[in-house]
């Protein structure tokens, strides 16, 4: 090989190996979703330094808009809140992906890279949260992570899976592609199941109509109805299978609202969950323009507990268990329409291409947008972004996709 053709291979080969390792690494070894993060963000500061920045579009600045104002209204409450280095730790994760976008932008991976690492990460997680459930004897399989955090990213890797069967059906060894990716995303939706983790089950429907916008309009009928009647099934299976606890797991919260709307506990799983929210409701509408920053959040809601204004468990949690509420309360409107911006955002931007009459195209369109669909659900019932693993998944899974969508977009690639 010479030496010019070399250099030109060596990057885009170095970001196919960080994006596998996104998916591959991340819920099977410790810190495993830092693993590929790591990697593009040092590349990316190589670019920097080196004054060797890849032009920028302008969707491509929204989307670092997006990264960067919610990190600044982050950073600007850790400093009026006297948070002290230890609250820098998280936002400053968002400006690190930045840098890591601008390297999947000017040196693109090979998709097949992306697509194995997402489903064989799924596989594993599937395959360890059997072990775990089987031989270990858990009740709730959880990896290395939080068990809802497991759980929730478990799935988010098995849904990207079918994502990505657009890009697999136009393969040369389109079978065995596709095989993985069902694979993949069977895994991710078991380990999701095994977890318990209800919140992430919520919005399966969203999920389902996301996917049947990018590949189901022009389906057959008889595949739709085929394909209806399996996910019905399975669905019935998995309920009706003891080991799985998916039946206790719903019954249990159909239970907690029964028991907190009769007033008889409140201090159920659901029920502290309602409490929380009406304590930080409270909270809101006291400062809704500043909020009251974690700290005095903390204060605020230990008071209403103590007064017996909310359950005094309830009262006890550092965050509101809702994404949305828990930035309203702790950093005002400008917080919650940063944390929206973050979302809505990548969202429209991926949206366009959804549709798109390529098909790799389409499978990475379809894969940004069901990115902040899923962190939409799971902040619904956990405060994902309080989390190491929920801020690295969300961050640099969005800087390589993003930098993938604006390559194959822009025809510069198809990787």
Known sequence: MSKKLAENVTPHWLTSVAVFLLGAMALVVPSGYSLGAVVLFLSGTG??????LPTLTNQDRWVIAALLAYALVSLAEV?????????IDKPIRFIFAVPAMWWVIAYPPRLAYLWSGMALGALAAGGWAIWQKEVDGVWRAQGHTHVIQFGNLSMLL???????????VVQRQRYWWVALLLLGAFGG????????????????????????????????IIFKALTLGVMLAGGIAMYSIPKTGVEV?????????RLYVSGEDRATSLGSR???WRGAALLIQEKPLTGWGSNGYKQAMAQLGEQGVINKEASQYG?????????FAKRGLLGLLALLALYIIPMRLFGKQIAADDLTTRSIATAGVLL??????????QVFLTHNSGVMMYAFLLAALWGIYANVTQNKSHC
């Open 372 to 381: 902040p669909v899923t962190y939409i659900d799971f902040g619904l019932s």
């Open 249 to 257: 797991r719903v019954q249990q919260a159909v239970q907690d609202i």
């Open 79 to 87: 400093w009026w809140d006297a948070q002290g280095s230890r609250g």
């Open 47 to 52: 670019l920097l330094l080196a004054r060797r």
């Open 189 to 220: 939706i078991i380990a999701s199941l095994l977890s318990g983790s209800r919140g992430g089950w919520v919005g399966i429907p969203i999920v389902l109509l996301v996917l049947y916008r990018a590949y189901g309009t022009n389906l057959p």
């Open 274 to 276: 309602f409490e929380m």
């Open 319 to 327: 965050h509101a268990h809702n994404e949305f509420v828990d930035a």
């Open 158 to 168: 098995g849904v990207l899976c079918l994502a990505g069967l657009g890009w697999a």
